[in-house]
Every structure is written in C-alpha cells, then in structure tokens.
C-alpha cells in the first residue's frame, strides 16, 4: 500500500544504513522500498541489500547518473515500479502512496502521521501532497522547519510572491495527485514521468512539481506531527555540475 524511494549518491554507507534500519522500523510491513544508488564503490552500499531479509526491498546502482536524468530521473523510474503490474501481480502490492526521500533524511514512527494523511488525501481523491516539519541543531538548539526556498525563476509575477512548496528530501504524494499533475505520460510501455527530468535533472524539480499543481488548484501541505531529522548533505550531483 506504501511506497518509499530512498536515494543515495557515492560512497555513504553509515548515512544510507542508518536512514534505512531507521525507516524499516517504522514504517508497515507490507510497505515496498526501492534504493537507488548513483555511481558507487563502496563494498558496503553495493551490497547492502544482503544486510536485509526483507522480500519488498529493491536496490537499483544507477552507473551514469547523466544518461540517466540524475535525482529526478531515478524518482520517475521509482514511481513507474511502484506502480507496476509485475509488482502487484507478483508480489499483491497495490501501491496507494509514495513516498521521496533522500539517504541523509531519517525517520521515526511520526511518519505514520503522514502515511495516514496521504491515504486519507487518496481515499477522497484530494490533490495534495505532504511534507513534514525537520529537526536540525544549530547552536545547540533544536529548532523545527520546513523549508520554503525562493527562486527566483518562480516568481509569480501577478503578485510578485514566491511560490511555497515541499521539500523533496522528504514528500509523501498519494497517486492521484500523482496522476493528475503528471508531467508527461508515455504512450508506449510505463516511462510516465511525474517529474520533468530532461529540465530537471538535480534542482528545481520539487518546485516546478509544485508549481503545476498549485495551477490545478492542489495543494502543499505540512504535517506538523511527523518531525524527523535532516542531516543536508549534498547529494545526487557529479563533481562538475557542483
């Protein structure tokens, strides 16, 4: 019924163990987890799907993050799994709800205050999507946010505000609202894409998906009860694009 795409870049291996023993624990049991892991050669990340006995856990070694649309391009392929007929033919896994979210973002059980938002969203076929608050130290104090960057790219210039949206190191997105802010949908086979990945590649992907959906009158929402921990760490770009 849940859906979790889990993405991991390099040699990370205590990060991405950590957020997964963390996200095992506390999210349901019939739950499907894909990893996807950009250009690594740590022994322990390639393979750490030993590490786990759990049957509904898939890991995907992405060797050419260009070739394949970088951070977006992997959430698109994640979201066309989870959808999948073989995996509800072979495995019953009828996927309700996914959720996005990066190696250095770990969890607890307030993400069952999320999950249930999302089924909640999707059983009345509401467009919108959830975010949680974060927990971040800085100078010794604990302080709960959620970021709402500004680019300013996306200003809306009727009114000169900036637009506000979830942060895409954590979304739980029901797939109605999938569906319905679909970005492109593939007339051959399940490439969909959810997310603009050719224009989109590393940044800006979680705005332009909001933006989209904010124009089809959907919303963003926070989740004040589902706080987790957001360590920021750079991720999912090569050296270069830096």
């Known amino acids: ?52 006995s759990d049957n509904n856990f898939e890991v995907v070694y992405i060797n050419d993050q260009k070739k394949n649309n970088g951070l977006t391009g992997t959430w698109n392929q994640g979201i066309n799994r989870l959808l999948s007929k073989e995996l509800k033919e072979t495995k019953n896994f009828d996927c309700k709800v996914i ?23 999707q059983e009345n076929k509401e467009l919108s999507y959830f975010g949680p608050l ?36 954590f979304m739980t997105i029901p797939i109605n609202t999938l569906m319905e802010n679909i970005f492109y949908k593939s007339l051959f086979g399940d490439n969909h894409q959810y997310f603009d990945e ?5 940044g800006y992907n979680e705005v332009d998906f909001n933006k989209r959906l904010r124009n089809k009158k959907g919303k963003s929402i926070i989740v004040p009860e589902c706080i987790i921990e957001h360590t920021t760490l750079q991720s999912w770009k090569s050296l270069e694009i830096i």
């Open 99 to 121: 959720t996005i979210l990066g190696h250095d973002t770990f969890v607890n059980t307030s993400i069952t205050k999320i999950l249930d938002a999302g089924l909640k969203a």
């Open 134 to 169: 974060y927990k971040s130290s800085k100078e010794n104090n604990f302080l709960l946010w959620q970021d709402e960057l500004k680019y300013k790219s996306y200003v809306n210039k009727e009114n000169c505000l900036y637009l506000k949206y979830i942060v895409g190191s």
């Open 1 to 52: 019924m849940f859906g979790f795409i889990v993405t991991t870049h390099f040699n990370n291996y205590k990060t991405v163990k950590k957020c997964l023993n963390l996200l095992f624990t506390s999210i349901p049991k019939d739950s499907y987890v894909l990893l996807y892991v950009n250009e690594t050669t740590c022994g322990g990340v390639l393979n750490i799907k030993s590490e786990y």
């Open 198 to 202: 050719e224009k989109y590649p590393f």
